[in-house]
């Protein structure tokens, strides 16, 4: 008998004919009679593989009602409850680790039960996913021995099975999530442990077989492995080849924008985004129960919005912006089953950005704040930050004095607990916005190097963040610091802002720096120009897009 938890819900089965999403060619076997449970674990695992959970356990559910004894629909199931690389353990709520151990737990029993029936590999990895979750009804204060248990127990299956490319990237990912988004140290380009290191031969162990060199998971695990180092290029073939393989799963439309946006081609990011989003539109045109992927939804939105502001392109940017303003509606910021608010809302603010960057001081006052300032604590903060550096560039010192001290205090009421993008905390990249304010503030003032001292520490701030692509705080510092050094003649430290933004300065850690985007390289050009370094800014206007013209 299949546990209660496990019993699927919702419409028929349909036949293996019917129209279905696009998920690409790849193929995945597992023990089975049915051809109905074989096509919807493999849909499973695409959808797992994907970063969609919600889509992948309904599927494995789907595969378990096709076929009751397939064991590997219930592993399916396990895995799908469970963390993975953007929603770790640290980010479940209580009830929600409870809630998924449950149904990992039941389903991993039944699994366990029909294990017999399956191959040598399924049983192992049925026997080693059980290491991934503590037991049922209990929530440890600390994860990070579950997951290293996991990784630990993938370890021999692989080592038995060195040959199966899906366990070499369930490995793989089991190592990754020992500490995702913190494989590399920023700072010193070094791998954050062996686990880094362990992770990045298998997968390209796994390219130099047919079957890896285009496997979803593979292409898709080396971005997220490699976006944080400093030779992010090298994911370059990888994410190319990923770029339509999977050709209705948003995610794996986006993930090569994350290479993109390291390399500096956002002209590109601005493209692949557009294709994430018109994939989510179709989905959750048909699939409008899923809520934790609708985190994502604006994750791919933000990251087009980013890319566009990196390449001078308005409209676009403004166009993101008015996006995000449609699918995080008040519905979504107060669903019950997750606190929806915490991982999107501070995307809402992300129009006061777009007329930051493009100096549109007068469409900036007529933003509206929130009615509800709780529930939109963080869009209530920018908007009056966005007030404060308005006013200021106006000549309005007075308004943005009372425009910053409103903005301190909305600040003070955004939870801790409230993300930017993971894992970057909104009370800490608003710090960045409270510095930058002002420091803009005391240049207005005449406080010039008062003015340039806090901008630094904006700027240094603005570098401490949590890793995120794209980055948290989407206006760099060092363009306005930039900007105004070499309106006051101090052209040389002009220079050195620009290098380090855009990634020229000797010792500047490259992942911190924002590659070939139009406003540092305008800023550098014209450092170089006032330097009479003629032949190297030159040499500049030749190679990289200096010139583009800001739409």
């Given at each position: 008998?299949?546990p ?93 680790v ?9 389903a ?10 399956g ?28 997951d ?29 999530c ?7 140290n ?17 997968i ?41 393989m999977?050709?209705?799963?948003s ?30 539109d ?61 991982w ?24 509206e ?22 006013f200021?560039a ?17 600040r003070?009421?955004v939870?801790?607990?409230r ?30 190097d ?5 901008l ?26 930039g ?26 850690p ?42």
């Amino acid at each position: 008998m299949v546990p209660s938890i496990l019993t699927p819900k919702g419409p028929p089965i349909d036949h293996p004919s019917e129209p279905y999403f696009d998920l690409g060619s790849y193929q995945w076997v597992v023990t089975s009679d049915s051809p109905e449970a074989q096509l919807w674990a493999n849909r499973g695992l695409i959808w797992a593989y994907s970063f969609n959970y919600e889509e992948g356990l309904k599927c494995f559910e789907r595969a378990a009602k096709s076929e009751p004894s397939c064991a590997m629909a219930y592993w399916g199931i396990a895995f799908c409850a469970g963390p993975n690389y953007n929603k770790a353990w640290t980010f479940f709520a209580k009830q929600d680790v409870l809630s998924s151990t449950r149904t990992a737990n039941e389903a991993l029993e039944h699994a366990s039960q029909l294990a017999a029936q399956g191959t040598p590999t399924e049983q192992r990895l049925i026997e080693a996913l059980a290491a991934r979750f503590p037991p049922t009804d209990t929530v440890p204060d600390d994860f990070s021995h579950l997951d290293r248990a996991y990784a630990d127990a993938m370890r021999p299956v692989y080592q038995a099975h060195p040959e199966d490319v899906d366990v070499a990237a369930l490995f793989a990912e089991a190592l990754m999530c020992i500490s995702p988004r913190g494989l590399w140290n920023l700072d010193t380009g070094k791998p954050t442990g062996s686990h880094s290191v362990e992770a990045r031969e298998i997968i390209e162990t796994a390219f130099e077989s047919p079957e890896g060199f285009s496997h979803p998971a593979h292409c898709h695990l080396y971005i997220h492995l490699m976006e944080m180092s400093p030779t992010p290029e090298l994911a370059l073939p990888a994410a190319d080849r990923l770029r339509g393989m999977v050709p209705d799963a948003s995610h794996m439309l986006h993930m090569p924008t994350h290479i993109d946006a390291a390399v500096g081609d956002y002209r590109r990011g601005v493209d692949s985004n557009n294709e994430a989003i018109a994939a989510d539109d179709k989905y959750f045109a048909i699939e409008s129960e899923s809520l934790l992927y609708r985190a994502y939804r604006v994750h791919y939105v933000s990251a087009k919005l980013y890319s566009a502001l990196m390449s001078g392109r308005f409209r676009d940017a403004l166009a993101a912006a008015e996006k995000l303003e449609q699918i995080i509606d008040n519905k979504l910021l107060t669903a019950t089953r997750l606190n929806m608010a915490d991982w999107v809302e501070a995307h809402l603010a992300s129009k006061a950005h777009v007329l930051i960057r493009f100096g549109r001081w007068e469409d900036i006052l007529c933003l509206e704040l929130p009615v509800d300032r709780k529930l939109y604590c963080s869009t209530t903060a920018v908007i009056l930050y966005a007030r404060g550096i308005a006013f200021s560039a106006l000549g309005r010192i007075e308004e943005a004095e009372a425009a910053q001290l409103e903005f301190i205090a909305a600040r003070e009421l955004v939870p801790k607990s409230r993300l930017n993008s993971i894992p970057a905390k909104e009370y800490d990249v608003l710090g960045v916005a409270a510095a930058m304010l002002a420091g803009e503030l005391h240049y207005r003032k005449g406080n010039v190097d008062i003015a340039f001292s806090t901008l630094r520490e904006a700027a240094a701030r603005e570098d401490a963040l949590a890793y995120s692509d794209p980055p948290p705080w989407m206006q760099p510092v060092r363009h306005a610091l930039g900007g105004l050094l070499l309106e006051q003649g101090r052209v040389e430290d002009a220079e050195q802002v620009f290098r380090e933004d855009t990634g020229y300065a000797k010792g500047f850690p490259r992942r911190k720096a924002k590659p070939n985007n139009v406003w540092g390289l305008h800023g550098l050009h014209e450092a170089l120009t006032r330097a009479g370094k003629e032949d190297e800014a030159t040499l500049r206007s030749l190679t990289l897009y200096v010139d583009v013209k800001l739409q």
